[in-house]
């Protein structure tokens, strides 16, 4: 009988662990405040990859954005609310700072070579924020908060359609105002995060 009994602790065993949810985040709010800061991260690190030299400040300040998601990463693990509330205004403030930085540089960049815009370059930095806000409208959608995003879209059209009539500059005012927009979406979900906790 012995043995009968063992396999049937094993059953039992098994049957209650396969029973657990699958392991995850215990709050599905902090997991959207990590989700939000590594696409957040990871879009500055894509736009600081096109750059042709990126300077030594803009660096730091994204090390320092990136050790601010890592360290959210640690709190969201831990379930530690507080310290994951405060890490995600860090995070983001920086990201923030880094991506006025890019912009300050990239208009100074196209203004002193504007023959040398390069229509491809353009039509991917039209993709990249296209992807940036098609995943915040998924994140919108998941955590049930009620944006437009028929300005971002339409901002998205008129882009694709000046470039495609070679009218440069106002590509450029399209793009720069739908990264606003973007970036009005991603306070609006930090604060309502905030409120939710």
Sequence with gaps: MKPLAVVLLVLVGSMVLTNLPAPSYADPKLDALLKITTQARDNIGIQLSQLTKVPDEIKQIYKQGSEETNALAQSVSKEDQVSAKKHFLSAMAIFKSVNDKISS??????????????????????????????????????????IDFTKFDELMQDARKNLDAGNVDQVNKDLKTAQQFLLDVNNSLAETAKKKH
């Design 105 to 146: 540089l990239t208009s100074v960049t196209t203004s002193q070579q504007p023959s040398q815009i390069d229509t491809s370059r353009l039509k991917d930095e039209i993709n990249r924020i296209q992807k940036i806000g098609d995943g915040l409208k998924t994140i919108t959608t998941k955590n049930k908060v009620r």
